[in-house]
Nanobody, 121 residues
Framework: QVQLVESGGGLVQPGGSLRLSCAASRFTLDYYAIGWFRQAPGKEREGVSCISSSDGSTYYADSVKGRFTISRDNAKNTVYLQMNSLKPEDTAVYYC??????????????WGQGTQVTVSS
């Protein structure tokens, strides 16, 4: 069974940084587009970033552009989300998702269980 496992969440002060990891098991991420999403309490799930499998092209939501960086290490079968200059409004549960194919899709087949990110002083 395909599994995605997120890690790296935690409590950080405003202006701080975190790096989230999305590790895949039982399948190879090389041929999958990977997306990061987040959901804050009482809010809808929001797409944060995506990286394609073909040329590594990336997408970022306006709210995180210039602060977050998505990358993939196919040798480690892992995708990362580097989050800098964190703000309290970045507080949410962060999920990674995968879909077979090259380009960033509008829907995903596989989801991780999520990791909590809390930005607070």
């Amino acid at each position: 069974q395909v599994q995605l496992v997120e890690s790296g969440g935690g409590l950080v002060q405003p202006g701080g940084s975190l790096r989230l990891s999305c590790a895949a098991s039982r399948f190879t991420l090389d041929y999958y587009a990977i997306g990061w999403f987040r959901q804050a309490p009482g809010k809808e799930r929001e797409g944060v970033s995506c990286i394609s499998s073909s040329d590594g092209s990336t997408y970022y939501a306006d709210s995180v552009k210039g602060r977050f960086t998505i990358s993939r290490d196919n040798a480690k079968n892992t995708v990362y989300l580097q989050m800098n200059s964190l703000k309290p409004e970045d507080t949410a549960v962060y999920y990674c998702a995968a879909r077979f194919g090259s380009s960033c899709p509008t829907s995903y087949n596989y989801w991780g269980q999520g990791t909590q990110v809390t930005v607070s002083s």
